[in-house]
Each structure stands twice: as structure tokens, then as C-alpha cells.
């Protein structure tokens, strides 16, 4: 399995992330019969648009910074392989949570159901983190041409992703909504690495 390419890899987890993001907005509903005006059922929809544009942009960052990891891994071994699937079990996973806080996040069980999204989000974080520092270190499975400038800046990007979603999850036992804003806050924090890993 040593020196295999990234081709398969990447088409593979294109198309997880594909679907996962898709998944997202059939969780976006109205009741049939609606119980008041067509406005105002779109009104108390709040919390679906709020973990739909949350979940959409977390796996959209994702998978930016998927794609930036695949730019400096020149090949794949097998550990590699079972590494990005179990990473990628965690991405399809995220519809259900997202599912939880849309129907839960005004409810009495509100915190269950954004715990439950954290953790999925910490897990992820988790996986990432061995996704990448397992090619990585001692430039394992990089290629040989890849500026090691580039390569630290992606371990310094990666670093905080952990204890910030840990911190995150915490949050949500004070309050489930500010958890959920602060997930998407940490998803834009994510936006400009892919500029920054291309810095020397």
C-alpha cells in the first residue's frame, strides 16, 4: 500500500463532505398543516437556519483545510486510509446532530442536544489532528518538495482546534445558543488558515 497517491483518497472524501453538506438542509422543515402563517413558521425556524449555516460552514472549512493537508501528502499507507475513514464517519455524522439542535436547541432538552453536537465537532477535532500530524511527523508521507514553512504553519493552525471546541462544549452547560454561535464563530476563525498556511 506504501506509495500509493492521494487521487482516490481525496475523490472519496469529496464526496462524503458532498453528501454530509446536502444532508444538512433536508432537516429544514415546516409542519404540514402549519399550526399559524406560512411567515410565522419561518420565523420560529431560527434554530434550523441557525445549526444549518453552523454545520454548512464547518464542513465547508473542513474541507478547505482537507484539500490544503492533500497538497503537501505526496502519498498514502494504510494507516493513512483508515485514518481519513474514521475522520470521515465523523462528517457523515454531523446531519444528526444539526438535526438535534434545530428540533431541541427551544426546548427543556436543549443542552443534551448541543452536547451532542460538540462532542461530534471535539471528535472531529480530534481526528483532524491525527489526520494531519500522522503524515507530518518527521515529514512522513510528505512530498519531498513541500516547504516545511508551509507544513508548520498548518501544525500551528491545527493546534488550538481541540481545546477550542473542548472549551465550547463546556460553554453549552451555561448556555446551549451561545455554544452553538461560538461553534460558528470557531468555523470563521478557520476561514483565512488556508492563507495563512501559505505564508513563510
Known amino acids: 500500500m506504501d506509495g500509493v ?9 469529496d464526496g462524503v463532505f458532498a453528501i454530509a453538506a446536502t444532508l444538512l438542509v ?22 434550523s437556519y441557525l445549526a444549518y449555516a453552523t454545520s454548512f460552514i464547518t464542513i465547508g472549512i473542513i474541507w478547505v483545510n ?19 475513514t474514521f475522520f470521515l464517519l465523523d462528517i457523515a455524522f454531523i446531519p444528526f446532530p444539526t438535526k ?26 480530534i481526528l483532524f489532528q491525527v489526520l494531519w500530524f500522522y503524515p507530518a511527523r518527521g515529514r512522513r508521507l510528505i512530498a519531498a518538495d513541500a516547504p ?5 504553519a498548518i501544525t500551528r493552525a491545527f493546534r488550538p ?3 477550542l471546541y ?5 460553554i453549552a452547560f ?5 455554544s452553538v454561535v461560538l461553534t460558528l464563530a470557531a468555523a470563521i476563525f478557520y476561514v483565512p488558515s488556508e492563507w495563512l498556511t501559505r505564508r513563510r
Open 148 to 152: 516545511q514553512g508551509r507544513v508548520d
Open 166 to 170: 473542548a472549551g465550547i462544549t463546556a
Open 26 to 47: 433536508l432537516e429544514i422543515t415546516i409542519p404540514n398543516p402549519l399550526h399559524g402563517s406560512l411567515g410565522s413558521e419561518l420565523h420560529h425556524l431560527w434554530p
Open 100 to 125: 438535534l439542535v434545530a428540533e431541541f436547541l427551544r426546548s427543556a432538552d436543549e443542552r443534551d442536544a448541543v452536547l451532542a453536537y460538540d462532542c461530534t465537532l471535539v471528535l472531529m477535532a
Open 161 to 163: 482546534g481541540v481545546p
Open 66 to 84: 482537507h484539500h490544503s493537508i492533500f497538497e503537501l501528502v505526496e502519498r498514502v499507507d494504510r494507516r493513512l486510509l483508515f485514518i481519513n
Open 174 to 178: 451555561v448556555s446551549a445558543t451561545a
Open 5 to 13: 497517491g492521494t487521487t482516490r483518497l481525496e475523490t472519496f472524501s
